[in-house]
């Protein structure tokens, strides 16, 4: 279904992490979860920093919302990760998350899935430590901005991360091609970018509260990411199972993820 655009001034004053977290992310009932994107992402992202051997010093986390299972494979493959978000709501939950705080979303069977997909014999508790010594800060980001961090200059980096941002974010394909560019600046060339996105989406449920979302396509992201100066390391896309009161809350019908390495500056 079709909604009005909303701005990261809405996002800012009532999106509610443990909401959403709800919503998408319970262990039972999660949208995420029951559509299979969790356990594919969690996959993907084993094999980009792992077989594929993506590493380096510093990673960015953009628009990491009140999630941290992106993170838990790149802390074993970068020295240091910054987080980075819109919302004063999403960064503070963040940091509760990695610092493991009563009353925050408990991870503890997806950091068990990573570590047994590692196979190092890596413990919850070891992995919980690795991950909040590795998440230095997190900062500020506007991603429609041409420096997304502004008013800090980073120098640039070796990976950008953003897990189902990017939609949210742009109102139109236009913006989303200008975002990426955006987002590219942060980092080296030869460096990477980790991209998932849901797709043929136009809105989504959370905390009661309905958000846009920008509707893509798998040949759109294709072009727009090589048109911005990146060949395409590893493209998947799942599909999704009709389930009429799952799409009313989120109607994406696949979702995608991406590994590209920057070649150029466009």
């Given at each position: 279904?079709?909604?009005?655009f909303t701005?990261?001034?809405?996002?800012?004053?009532i999106?509610?992490?443990?909401?959403?977290?709800?919503?998408?992310y319970?262990?039972?009932?999660?949208i995420?979860v029951?559509?299979g994107?969790?356990?594919?992402?969690?996959?993907?992202?084993?094999?980009?920093f792992?077989?594929?051997?993506?590493?380096?010093?510093?990673?960015?986390?953009?628009?990491?919302?009140?999630?941290?299972?992106?993170d838990l494979?790149?802390?074993?493959?970068?020295?240091?990760?910054?987080?980075?978000?819109?919302?004063?709501r999403?960064?503070?939950?963040?940091?509760r998350?990695?610092?493991?705080?009563?009353g925050?979303?408990?991870w503890?069977?997806?950091?068990?899935?990573?570590?047994d997909m590692?196979?190092?014999g890596?413990?919850?508790?070891e992995?919980?430590k690795?991950?909040?010594?590795?998440v230095?800060?997190?900062?500020?980001?506007d991603v429609?901005?041409?420096?997304p961090?502004?008013?800090?200059?980073l120098?640039?980096v070796d990976?950008?991360?953003?897990?189902?941002?990017?939609?949210?974010?742009?109102?139109?394909l236009?913006?989303?091609?200008?975002?990426?560019?955006?987002?590219?600046?942060l980092l080296?060339v030869g460096?990477?970018?980790?991209?998932?996105e849901?797709?043929?989406?136009?809105?989504?449920?959370s905390?009661?509260?309905?958000f846009?979302?920008?509707?893509l396509t798998?040949?759109?992201?294709?072009?727009a990411?090589?048109?911005?100066?990146f060949?395409?390391v590893?493209?998947?896309?799942?599909?999704?199972?009709?389930?009429k009161?799952?799409?009313?809350?989120?109607?994406h019908?696949s979702?995608l993820?991406?590994l590209?390495?920057k070649?150029?500056?466009?």
């Amino acid at each position: 279904m079709e909604t009005a655009f909303t701005d990261k001034d809405t996002y800012q004053d009532i999106f509610d992490p443990e909401g959403y977290l709800n919503t998408y992310y319970n262990p039972i009932k999660g949208i995420l979860v029951l559509d299979g994107f969790l356990d594919f992402a969690l996959r993907k992202l084993h094999e980009a920093f792992s077989t594929r051997g993506v590493k380096g010093k510093t990673l960015i986390d953009i628009g990491h919302g009140p999630t941290i299972y992106q993170d838990l494979s790149a802390c074993e493959s970068f020295d240091e990760i910054i987080g980075a978000d819109y919302t004063d709501r999403n960064r503070e939950y963040y940091e509760r998350s990695l610092r493991n705080e009563p009353g925050t979303f408990d991870w503890t069977n997806v950091i068990q899935k990573v570590c047994d997909m590692e196979k190092k014999g890596t413990s919850v508790e070891e992995k919980k430590k690795k991950l909040r010594n590795t998440v230095t800060k997190t900062l500020k980001c506007d991603v429609l901005k041409s420096n997304p961090l502004d008013p800090l200059v980073l120098p640039q980096v070796d990976c950008v991360m953003t897990l189902g941002c990017l939609e949210c974010a742009c109102s139109d394909l236009d913006t989303y091609r200008n975002v990426l560019k955006n987002v590219s600046s942060l980092l080296k060339v030869g460096g990477h970018l980790i991209i998932t996105e849901v797709l043929n989406c136009t809105s989504y449920l959370s905390g009661g509260k309905r958000f846009s979302c920008l509707k893509l396509t798998e040949e759109f992201m294709r072009s727009a990411i090589v048109e911005t100066g990146f060949e395409i390391v590893d493209l998947e896309v799942i599909y999704r199972k009709y389930d009429k009161d799952q799409f009313e809350l989120c109607n994406h019908d696949s979702s995608l993820f991406v590994l590209a390495r920057k070649v150029k500056v466009v």
